[in-house]
């Protein structure tokens, strides 16, 4: 057929997870061709004033940066600017129940790293961009799929462009055409929350520490820039509690703000505008079919109350590649059920833990039974002081 871009590997989505991956099959020399929906982002603004920041960060951990390292970016990333954080405090707002976890009693340098998402999105297209086995394509997302052409599978853009390959990758986010497109179905429920997002400034400095308050309308976290006086917010609330939120003025959002925060934070006093995302879960009940394969949001989205998302999404590109690696290095055809499958097999015990754990905690600290509140309580000062049992859970949100 004439006219059809072939590749090796069709990412859709240049968003982190699907950015990762292109790369990291191009190491290897794997052509890969990414199709985005959006734009192509503009560069971050330099500048640090609270409007200039970005938003959407993510909580990095440290598997996550050592992987953007063997990628090439986390020098680039560190450049830009990135956050560690060295400690972690976590209580009830509803009682005494408190958790503190911090670098030094675990013997680690540090916890993991706050970063703005357009940093690491921008750091993983320069990199792509020096690669001439990846092809970046905008402004144009996947329209249809034909699986059961005879070169694997055949992709139309928007634009009216087409591209073949033996396998097609999902990275296209929460709400993934591919993943329809694929006839993969999914569980997906609403918790009935949105998220607001916001950068502020604070009286005195965040000293690299994370704070998680679980509030009766869902759990508020302050987020450490790098810049000490910054901080990143992800306040989600139940519906019905955050439109007045996103719609009232700065200074009484800063005032309610501070009110929820309580007295063990350092004090907001000014804020950036308000982004709203609404919160849902979704898992897709498998990531694979012959030729085609889903990673990141588009495989499974959960709550941002532990900041896992991404780093669930970048452990899927580097077990993916993994394996697609190792039937390439054979000479064997891409996009074989048998190998995708070791791929989910690998990938969906760990997101589905994950997800548990995120709905056991939004489930706990949403209730409002007496009987539960006092539980989470004892069972948050019991944690803290069970030293073996809070390592544990430490080294599992470090891995
Ligand atoms: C408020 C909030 C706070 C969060 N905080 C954290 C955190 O601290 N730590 C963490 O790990 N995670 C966090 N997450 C989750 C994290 O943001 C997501 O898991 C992550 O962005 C998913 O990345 P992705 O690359 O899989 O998908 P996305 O970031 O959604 O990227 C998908 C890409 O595909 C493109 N696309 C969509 N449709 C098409 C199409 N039809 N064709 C082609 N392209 C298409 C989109 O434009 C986008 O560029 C948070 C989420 C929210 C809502």
């Known amino acids: 057929m004439s006219g059809v871009e072939k590749v090796d590997v069709i990412v859709v989505g240049a968003g982190i997870a699907g950015l990762s991956l292109a790369l990291a099959l191009a190491r290897v020399g794997i052509e890969v061709a990414v199709i985005e929906a959006a734009a192509e982002p503009s560069p971050p603004p330099g500048g640090s004033e609270l409007g200039l920041w970005d938003s959407r960060v993510s909580a990095l951990t440290p598997a996550s940066t050592t992987w953007l390292d063997e990628l090439g970016v986390w020098g ?3 450049a830009q600017r990135t956050g560690p954080y060295t400690r972690m405090s976590v209580w009830d707002a509803a009682g005494t129940g408190e958790i503190t976890f911090s670098a030094a009693a675990l013997g680690v340098p540090l916890l993991g790293h706050i970063v703005e998402n357009r940093v690491t999105i921008r750091a993983l297209l320069d990199g792509a961009r020096q690669r001439s086995d990846i092809r970046l394509h905008w402004g144009a997302g996947i329209e249809s799929a034909n699986f059961s052409h005879g070169e694997g599978v055949l992709v139309r853009t928007q634009d009216g462009r087409l591209l073949a390959a033996p396998l097609v990758v999902g990275a296209d986010g929460a709400r ?25 400034r604070l009286a005195a400095p965040h000293q690299h520490t994370c704070f998680q308050v679980f509030l009766d309308t869902g759990p508020l976290a302050l987020l450490p820039l790098s810049d000490p006086m910054f901080c990143s917010i992800v306040w989600s609330l139940d519906d019905g509690c955050w439109e007045g939120l996103r719609d009232c003025d700065d200074a009484d959002f800063i005032i309610a703000l501070n009110r929820a925060l309580g007295s063990g934070c350092p004090t907001v006093v000014a804020t950036a505008a308000r982004g709203v995302f609404p919160l849902n879960q979704c898992h897709a009940t498998d990531y694979v079919r012959e030729g085609v394969a889903l990673i990141g949001d588009a495989a499974h989205s959960i709550h941002p109350l532990a900041g896992q998302g991404i780093n669930l999404g970048l452990k899927d590109a580097a077990v993916l590649a993994e394996e697609i690696t190792a039937v390439w290095q054979d000479d064997m ?27 056991g905690f939004k489930r706990g600290f949403g209730s409002q039974n007496p009987a539960i509140r006092v539980a989470r309580n004892a069972g948050l000062n019991w944690v803290d002081a069970a030293l073996p049992i ?3 859970l430490a080294r599992e949100a470090l891995a």
């Open 390 to 392: 809070k390592n544990w």
């Open 76 to 78: 680039a990333m560190q």
């Open 333 to 359: 055809p891409l996009g074989q059920t048998a190998v995708l499958r070791r791929y989910q097999r690998r990938r969906k015990t760990d997101n589905l833990l994950m997800m548990s754990a995120m709905e």
């Open 176 to 200: 993934s055409r591919t993943r329809d497109l694929a006839a993969l179905q999914t569980r997906t429920w609403s918790y009935n929350q949105h998220a607001i997002v916001t950068t502020v």
